[in-house]
């Protein structure tokens, strides 16, 4: 559970910043999709297959939303989660010396 939590925290810290440079690499940014851009062809195929706009919800969707600032409020549990992960493995290392050291 000690590890489980840990590993939690980092991935999911990675996660964050790989989505991040996925969505900015294909043309997403804070004000919309880039024009020329993967993102912006994307858009304009989903519109003209749907006929109309991009439906919530959709990958499209979350990748703007995280471009636009959605990603910000993934980052404070990002950060909650590496630290309690943190404090868990930190707390299991140390009994782990008072143990071996029998510090009692």
């Known amino acids: 559970m000690i590890i489980g939590a840990l590993v939690a925290g980092v ?20 004000i919309g999709p880039v024009a020329g851009s993967l993102a912006a062809k994307w ?13 919530a919800g ?19 549990v990002t950060a909650c989660t590496g630290a309690v992960g943190t404090l868990f493995v930190f707390k299991a290392v140390w ?5 071996l050291l029998q510090w009692d």
């Open 58 to 76: 959709s990958i499209y969707a979350l990748l703007q939303s995280f471009a636009m600032g959605g990603g910000r409020r993934c980052g404070a």
């Open 11 to 30: 991935c999911w810290s990675i996660g964050a910043v790989v989505l991040s440079c996925i969505a900015k690499a294909i043309g997403f940014s804070a």
């Open 43 to 55: 858009m304009s195929g989903i519109a003209i297959a749907k006929g109309g706009g991009v439906a």
């Open 95 to 99: 009994s782990l010396i008072r143990a």
